[in-house]
């Protein structure tokens, strides 16, 4: 396959920017143009919900590169430019505006947009939401020591919300439709050590409630929940979770079902056309299945990976997947493959915060989460891999190295 | 001005092991790789983990918070989220005593 010699990357942000990165690393000397809709050069979304959100990293820190590295490297960067249509026959990509730009590849990197229920009241001001930098400002605003808000939904994003608004002072009511926080992933049992985690540090929980509806004349001024509580505040945050932003490819004849559908060369069926990192539903050859994740380093790898792959040289991405959340002084980091699983493994104390657990699906470990446990969650990497079972009881012994637990021809 | 201190005993940090010491309260890690120590801040660059809590694998030291990799010898960046490179020292062993030029 020759290469080709003008790439388009759709989104700038932390995947397309990989992508174009990696594409001059392997010494790709063609036409790079990265296009994303943000105003802003690549930024990561990680510090939005954290220390950005409290004020105490400046917007230039989070920047994923510097300004000149784009000039440097010779990647055209046009932000601002919001792509409507890839069109994979033609070749080329319709830009808001008219202009239409020729390409021989083209990389999808249009992550997720914030999901919207249809609750009423969600549009009033003073409800807030959070994916980009424009919206972390936005919060930034009404954020003031004594001020009361609400938060709805603790998944990862609204529970880093909950924390960095508390950090500030702002006093928080959290409304959860689950048991406990991050219920969904992590289950009941961490779940409610997460539960304690926000509870010490003064949020009020409502578990097992949803929100029926935002009230107030011209802004918001209480949620009212569907058992009927009625909870008062300045202003509310919303964190229901992600959709795929995978409209650029609508009538191109690629497969979208749950994002963009790609196999483990991050091809999508339609000869050209590759997507990767939050938009990507991806097939994982370590897992055999496909699967969508909306992590930061499922976007670097990812997006490398694409690069090498639109160059021929792809190898098949096989990345464990792995993300973090901090909140406070917990250092929360999950790895593996979200799976239902019938066994939990502790390793350390739940009540210290300071474990790892594994999820044990048929005694193999699909998956694992640590609080302030980094270093044994990484060594736990070979093993979510291995896909082998393990010794229940060697798993929970503190004095087990992990990576000893994985026979050597299956090491990572 | 710079000068050498003396932070531990040379085989207090074996190879593979990296120790952390403190040097004027600020913290420094010095990493034995293969027989050769090597002195950098302890303190990741990407957002203030202790990187002795983590792995070395070879000249690798692995933080533990978002597994940012540096290159123990020149502290270079090898692997995200980190972006700044880590500052490091020059060691020397006098005797029994490692030292850090601080
Ligand atoms: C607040 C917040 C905190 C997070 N914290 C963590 C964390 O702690 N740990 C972790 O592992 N992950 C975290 N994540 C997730 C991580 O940031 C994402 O996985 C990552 O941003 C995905 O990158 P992406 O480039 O695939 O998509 P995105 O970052 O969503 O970028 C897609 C880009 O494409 C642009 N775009 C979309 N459609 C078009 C179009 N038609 N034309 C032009 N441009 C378009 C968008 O404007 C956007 O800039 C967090 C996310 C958020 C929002
Ligand atoms: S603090 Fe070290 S990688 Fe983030």
């Given amino acids: 396959m020759p290469a080709p010699s003008t790439i388009a990357i759709v989104g700038a942000s932390l995947t397309g920017a990989s992508a174009a990165a990696t594409l001059r690393e392997e010494g790709f000397d063609g036409r790079v143009v990265l296009l994303g809709a943000e105003p802003q050069l690549p930024y990561d979304r990680p510090p939005l919900s954290k220390a950005y959100l409290r004020g105490a990293t400046p917007f230039e820190k989070t920047l994923l590169r510097p300004a000149e590295f784009y000039r440097e490297k010779e990647i055209e960067l046009r932000l601002s430019t919001t792509v409507t249509r890839v069109d994979a026959e033609k070749k080329w990509l319709e830009l808001a505006g008219g202009e239409r730009l020729d390409f021989d590849s083209v990389l999808v990197a249009t992550g997720g947009r914030n999901r919207r229920f249809p609750i009423p009241g969600l549009d009033l001001p003073g409800v807030y939401d959070l994916r980009t930098v424009a919206d972390a400002d936005r919060i930034r605003e009404v954020i003031a020591p004594g001020r009361r808000a609400v938060v709805v939904g603790l998944g990862f994003i609204g529970a880093e919300v909950a924390g960095s608004l508390r950090e500030c002072g702002v006093e928080v009511v959290a409304i959860e439709p689950f048991k406990t926080p991050l219920f969904r992933a992590l289950g009941e049992e961490i779940g409610r050590v997460v539960e304690g985690l926000h509870r010490d540090h003064g949020v009020d929980m409502i578990l097992g409630d949803a929100v029926a509806a935002f009230e107030g004349s011209g802004r918001v001024e209480r949620v009212v929940t569907t058992s009927g509580r009625r909870v008062e505040c300045d202003f509310a945050v919303f964190g229901l979770g992600i959709e795929p932003a995978a409209e650029v490819v609508a009538g191109s004849g690629v497969r979208v079902d749950n994002g963009i559908v790609v196999d483990e060369l991050c091809r999508t069926n339609v000869p050209g056309v590759f997507a990767a990192g939050d938009v990507a539903n991806h097939y994982h050859p370590v897992c055999a299945r496909p699967m969508r994740v909306e992590h930061w380093q499922n976007g670097v790898k990812q997006g490398a990976a694409a690069a090498r792959s639109m160059l021929g040289r792809g190898q098949p991405y096989d990345e464990v997947h792995w993300f973090w959340s901090d909140q406070y002084d917990a250092n929360i980091q999950y790895a593996g493959f979200h799976a239902p699983w019938d066994q939990v493994v502790v390793r350390g104390s739940l009540a210290e915060r300071k474990f790892l657990a594994f999820f044990l699906t048929a005694g193999r470990v699909e998956s694992a989460v640590a609080i302030n446990q980094g270093r044994d969650l990484r060594r736990a990497f070979s093993l979510i891999r291995a896909r082998l079972p393990v010794d229940p009881a060697r798993l929970a012994d503190p004095q087990v190295d992990l990576r000893t637990l994985v026979p050597a021809e299956k090491t990572a | ?102």
């Fill in chain 2, 1 to 102: 001005m710079a000068r050498f201190v003396t932070v531990a005993k040379a085989n207090s940090v074996q190879p593979g092991q990296v120790l952390k010491v403190e040097i004027d309260n600020f913290p420094v890690a010095v990493a034995n790789v293969g027989g050769t120590f090597h002195a950098f801040d302890d303190t990741c660059t990407h957002e203030d983990c202790s990187l002795a809590d983590g792995d070395l694998e070879q000249h690798k030291i692995i933080c533990p918070c978002h597994f940012a990799e540096f290159d123990v010898r020149n502290g270079a960046v090898l692997t995200p989220p980190a972006t700044v490179p880590l500052k490091v020292y020059p060691v020397r062993v006098q005797g029994s005593d490692l030292q850090v030029e601080f």
